[in-house]
């Protein structure tokens, strides 16, 4: 088999491609087809190839056939590739706006490099092995948990949790009992751990987030020693698994714990900045009476990170319309402070897509027809009882009474060219909301369940 640079144009998709359950006509009928399978999975396939370009190390086969350049092995990946070029080949109208959005993102490769077969049989046995597994070493040979975990780094909750395990060892290294607790999570129980961690509504609870390799903590440490106390103390102990594994699992933890999870009230404005890996020192904290702690001499304060220099940073909708997904992730990428005014209206859009695609999911009609029904709506869903105090600041500024000019003031940053936001404003409700459209994905995939 020979190399050769071919033309997107040139190549046809394989009519007789094992992923159909029968033959197709033409390659609108096979792009259809795969689209019916899955649509999301391809349509993530055209977002990566505008990102990053058709995978190098994976070839298209082809097999000539007449005056036709058939692919017998990437069918998926000259399919994404086509529709990039052309997005009405998708067969619906919602589809096709999709995909050109995509497409406007970047410019789609051309041309890609392929493997020439001079039939079918002479490809059999690459396609076979690349698709049936490992067959006994001759195949791809799948990583481990641990070999992924190596090279995923300081991305996977695995290692999210040795950094959150080395850090609380850092905040608080005179209690002896929290040392042995937490070397015993790391030694027997980081997974569990890593579990917890990669929970959002877990990290938005206990205040803390990640910045690459540093640990942040929206909270003063103060306030969470005893919950981080009796987190090591339950996960080196009696908290498995099995209690753990599923969200609900999870919430049900923390409502077993509520009286030590930190008050909203005590949220730092601006979270602060621990790192392994930094020069200045956290204050330490004993162990006093009655197991309280002590806060020993104050040391200076170390420089604070920006609490958000971009919007709703710790939150991914993972349940939400691939549209509502992608507008929220396009919208994480503003910078607050560079560009105020599209970071204001932003915060108002990204909001009232994500409580109207949830209405339109499940089929709400009642309060729909303004902005502050439809976060009532969307409110008295996830917190009938007003009593999730991460929801408290979107309650108060969208229903109560001050809410009424915080909504103008939404409003204004989209319809008034009189108004001027403040960089305070924007994080302030970027900080309110988060916690709210997180309930919004954990209850998309509750009904879905």
């Keep these: 088999m020979k190399q050769a640079s071919m033309h997107i144009a040139s190549l046809t998709l394989d009519d007789n491609n094992p992923r159909h359950a029968k033959q197709t006509a033409s390659d609108t009928e096979s792009i259809a087809t795969l689209l019916e399978k ?6 993530r396939l055209a977002r990566d190839i505008i990102q990053h370009g058709v995978n190098p190390t ?21 399919a994404a590739l086509k529709l990039l070029h052309n997005p009405k080949l998708a067969p619906t109208e919602k589809l096709q706006r999709q995909i ?3 497409a406007k993102r970047g410019e789609a490769p051309r041309r890609v490099v392929c493997v020439v077969a001079e039939s079918r049989l002479q490809a059999e046995h690459w396609i076979k092995i690349r698709h049936t597994g490992e067959n006994g070493g001759i195949g791809v040979v799948r990583w481990s ?26 905040w608080f290294s005179d209690n002896l009992e929290l040392q042995q607790n937490i070397q015993a999570v790391r030694e027997g129980r980081i997974t569990n751990l890593g579990r917890m961690i990669a929970d959002p509504t ?7 987030s990640f910045d690459g390799d540093v640990v942040l903590s929206n909270f003063p440490k103060e306030k969470i020693y005893q919950i981080l106390i009796r987190l090591f103390a339950d996960f080196a102990g009696p908290v498995s698994v099995d209690q753990i594994k599923t969200k609900r699992l999870r919430e049900k933890y923390l409502e077993h714990i509520e009286e030590l999870l930190p008050k909203l009230s005590d949220r730092l404005d601006e979270p602060e900045k621990y790192s392994k890996f930094s020069n200045g020192d ?9 197991g309280k702690a002590v806060t020993e001499e104050k040391k200076p304060r170390r420089k604070r990170l920006d609490f958000e220099k971009r919007l709703f940073q710790s939150v991914t909708l993972k349940h939400a319309s691939l549209r509502t997904s992608e507008v929220l992730e396009e919208a994480k990428k503003i910078s607050i402070d560079d560009t105020p005014n599209i970071a204001a209206i932003m915060v108002r859009a990204v909001v009232d897509i ?46 109560e009474d001050d ?47």
């Design 38 to 43: 899955g649509p999301d999975k391809l349509l």
């Design 58 to 78: 994976e070839l298209v086969v082809v097999m000539v056939d007449d005056d036709r350049n058939v692919v017998l092995e990437g069918n998926r990946r000259v």
């Design 100 to 102: 050109a959005a995509i």
């Design 145 to 170: 948990t641990s070999e992924a975990s190596r090279f995923g780094g300081r991305s996977t909750p695995t290692e999210k949790a040795r950094l959150f395990t080395d850090a609380v060892g850092d």
């Design 202 to 208: 877990v990290r938005s609870r206990l205040g803390i």
């Design 282 to 290: 956290a204050p330490s904290q004993g162990n006093g009476p009655e």
């Design 354 to 399: 994500v409580a109207t695609d949830v209405a339109s999911q499940l089929g709400w009609k009642r309060n729909q027809d303004t902005l502050k029904g439809r976060i009532a709506a969307v409110l008295n869903q996830v917190d009938p009882g007003k009593i999730d105090p991460n929801l408290a600041d979107a309650w108060r500024l969208s229903q």
């Design 403 to 449: 809410g009424a000019l915080v909504l103008k003031t939404l409003h204004s940053f989209v319809h008034s060219w009189q108004s001027h936001p403040l960089t305070v404003d924007v994080r302030k409700l970027s900080r309110a909301y988060s916690p709210l459209l997180l309930k919004v994905d954990d209850l998309l995939e509750k009904k879905r369940n």
